[in-house]
């Protein structure tokens, strides 16, 4: 399988997070996209550069005030004191009911509260670029798929699943799978279907397409009442408007069983059938790994071969795109997992 991979991923290094009140190293890092391209080349599959330039789709999919904001935070954070370059910026408060959010402050901690959800989503020097290269990666893989290709693999990092129109949040700030299934549209599929197996529910994607028929949105994830992102994710969120029956939302108790997980991908594959879905997008989170750290579903790395397999005899063409997993050095076994699974089950249907 064609897998898209850029240095650019790198240059997004945030040294720590807040994790339990405390400081403590980023559990989203550089060695995770490192890991998994070491992986892929073990096993044969080819690594291309993107090629497409996302600006266009991520003008469809973000809004201008929010992209001009990340574009430009690092350089305003550092005009704002002398030895910001070693700091990290974190917000501190946000607009929440009854405050508004249609203006944009001056003062930098204020805008960055204005389009972030959570303080766990540090900035670095080169988180543009960076989050900008894994978008060009998913535009990229849209268009490979244009070209007869049967699924393409973007191995990006920082994930995107949870960016908003507006903001960013879960260690995301632009949101790849968006930007995938906005490509798929634009080449003219007519029904696109974005499935999301990270552990975590893809508030951002849903947000994006909770109100078109034209992207069905279903995640499977670990239940909002206890795990993050908490305040989205809850089963009677259907869609809205022409949208209103194109959300799909199958929480699942923390510490859920295999057997139940993959029960909740057998309803999702249903209903992404009975859509009739021309393409799929798949975040692929790989955080529902029983090591991971942060996450308590219970899949091995064989589990991720099945998952695979599975998707692979949907029948659809497929563009996966790299989400969370923080079991790093697994990353880049199960990870190959999912792909040599699917290429399996295309072959055996
Ligand atoms: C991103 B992805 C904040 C710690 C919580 C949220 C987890 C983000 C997961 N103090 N971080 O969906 O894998
Ligand atoms: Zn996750």
């Known amino acids: ?68 904001f990340l574009e430009t935070a690092w350089r305003d954070w550092l005009a704002l004191a002398p030895g910001n370059d070693a700091l990290q910026p974190f917000p501190s408060v946000w607009p929440v009911r009854t405050l508004r959010s249609d203006l944009e402050p001056e003062n930098f901690t204020a805008r960055l509260g204005l389009y972030a959800m959570d303080n766990g989503s540090p900035l670095s020097a080169g988180t543009w670029e960076a989050a900008k290269a894994g978008a060009d990666s998913a535009a990229s893989a849209a268009h490979l798929l244009g070209q007869g290709q049967r699924a393409v693999f973007c191995c990006s990092r920082p994930p995107g699943h949870h960016a908003g ?14 930007v995938a299934a906005q490509a798929l549209c634009q080449a003219g599929h007519e029904r696109v279907a974005v499935l999301d197996v990270d ?59 295999v057997q139940t997980w ?25 955080d529902t790994f029983a090591e991971d750290p942060i996450c308590t579903f219970a899949l091995r790395s064989a589990d991720f071969h099945r998952l695979g397999q599975r998707l692979g005899a949907l029948g659809l063409p497929v563009v996966f795109v790299l989400e969370g997993g923080y079991a790093t050095e697994a990353l880049g076994v199960n990870a190959v997992q999912v792909l040599d699974g699917f290429e399996a089950g295309v072959f055996n249907g």
Do not use: W
């Open 262 to 286: 993959f029960a909740a991908l057998e309803q999702a594959c249903a209903r992404i059938a009975q859509y009739g879905a021309q393409a799929l997008v798949v975040s692929l989170g790989l």
């Open 165 to 178: 129109a507006d903001f960013m949040g879960g260690y995301c700030f632009l949101n790849n799978a968006a």
């Open 1 to 68: 399988m064609i897998a898209l991979f850029s240095d650019q991923h790198a240059l997004h290094a945030p040294a720590f997070e807040f994790f339990r009140g405390e400081r403590v190293p980023c559990f989203e890092s550089p060695a995770r996209a490192a890991f998994v391209k070491e992986r892929l080349l073990q096993r044969g599959h080819e690594i291309r550069e993107p090629h497409s330039d996302s600006r266009a789709l991520l003008a469809q999919v973000h809004s201008p005030r929010y992209l001009a």
């Open 199 to 257: 552990y975590h529910h893809g508030n951002g994607t849903q947000s994006i397409f909770y109100d078109r028929a034209d992207v069905l949105f279903i995640s499977l994830h670990g239940d909002p009442r206890t795990e993050y992102p908490f305040y989205l994710g809850h089963v009677d969120e259907t869609g809205a408007g022409a949208g209103l029956g194109f959300n799909l939302n199958l929480p699942l108790a923390a510490g859920a069983s």
